[in-house]
DNA sequence: GACCATACGGAACATCGTTCCGTTTTGCCA
DNA sequence: TGGCAAAACGGAACGATGTTCCGTATGGTC
């Protein structure tokens, strides 16, 4: 589903075509570093030196710019989901390790938290989120099913991660991190 | 801080302009119901049967308009603080029926939660609400100081539940409620 | 009834996302 | 090498929205 459909190989595609990709992909990364991932179009399409229309040839939604740029640390994410089953001393800390892993890119990419959620306007950014992370999280849920309550959706914890990290950066009387942590923590067995 | 300084006293003011603002309101309330608090100025203005300079005037920023119109309620959200305080069986069921009570206020107003933030341009919004609810939170969580981990702070509380109600409308698999609850689970000492 | 401060309405401006099409570039083939 | 067609480009143009501004209408008062 998220294989080679665009794939980085130089495919049948024109060389100034994929240059302007690469410099596109480059561009809106350093733009969202400062001015968050609502940035205006016209501002990306000016670093990369291009016109926007190149912005929306490969691009079609800004969802899909977002995710090319953010692609390679959300799979990370999800990859690191096993490696802390294996590595944790319980599940549960595994668990608690890998929402940390999270939050703490959540937090850290100005404004990606805010237009993760449905109906933003997002939906192909939302997707594959949850397409690599929900099923990662599922997967870490099962294996602590028994220190947790089960009755709550993988789906629905990400989700209510996902909103704990809005706005977190600039803000240094709220922490993000230690709410999931309260979360994580609410969904524990009572001793 | 909050008190007569817009009142709906007859005051010194034009009899038009009274009645404008009355419509004003009502019209946004309406609108907000249907469209949710980010719905267009120039609809709220066609309801309302004035100019949209109108608005400007008699509410400065959206968030003016939008504190006018939910004023009544958060007030009474805040109020029911100490009720509950009073009635419940120990302070720490009063902290989870006063956040239940804010999370169901929140997740029927569309779109509301996330305006609240800050830094979304609706300044006068974050402080009022702020201003209102986060002694009350803190009272409660005072109350309760036995029974919880004490280093939580009022403000990053309720940020956290108001974040977790972003989006909770329109998304049967999202339950803020819930996830709130599971929060303020989490607060508890751990037995 | 006249006058003026108050308030009004909506045109005008600025910003942003998005589309569209005339022009340029690239790769290929003779 | 020179020419050509498809691919890609750039930015003007459009639509939606928030915000400001000013000529006009209204309300209260003398």
Redesign the pocket.
Same mark, same amino acid.
């Given at each position: 589903m998220h294989d080679g459909d665009e794939g980085a190989g130089p495919a049948g =595609? =024109?060389? $100034?075509?994929r240059r302007?990709k690469a410099n596109l992909l480059e561009a809106a990364a350093a733009v969202f570093v400062v001015q968050g991932v $609502?940035a205006?179009? =016209?501002e990306i399409a000016a670093r990369a %030196?291009? %016109?926007? %229309? /190149?912005i929306?040839?490969?691009f079609p /939604? =800004?969802a899909d710019l977002i995710v090319a740029v953010y692609r390679h640390q959300v799979d990370a994410c999800a990859e690191a989901g096993p490696r802390l089953l294996a590595e944790s001393p319980s599940p549960h800390t595994a668990l608690e390790r890998w929402i940390d892993l999270f939050v703490d890119f959540l937090v850290t990419k100005h404004g990606l938290a805010a237009v993760l959620q449905p109906g933003a306007g997002f939906d192909a950014l939302h997707a594959y989120f949850l397409d690599r992370l929900v099923p990662v999280c599922g997967h870490l849920l099962d294996a602590a099913a028994g220190e947790i309550r089960a009755d709550i959706e993988p789906y629905a914890l990400m989700r209510g991660v996902g909103n704990l990290c809005i706005g977190a950066d600039n803000d240094p009387r709220y922490d993000a991190r230690r709410l999931a942590a309260l979360l994580v923590a609410g969904l524990r067995r009572a001793g």
């Open positions: =595609r =024109r060389k $100034d075509a302007n $609502d205006p179009v =016209r %030196g291009v %016109g926007v %229309g /190149t929306y040839r490969h /939604t =800004r």
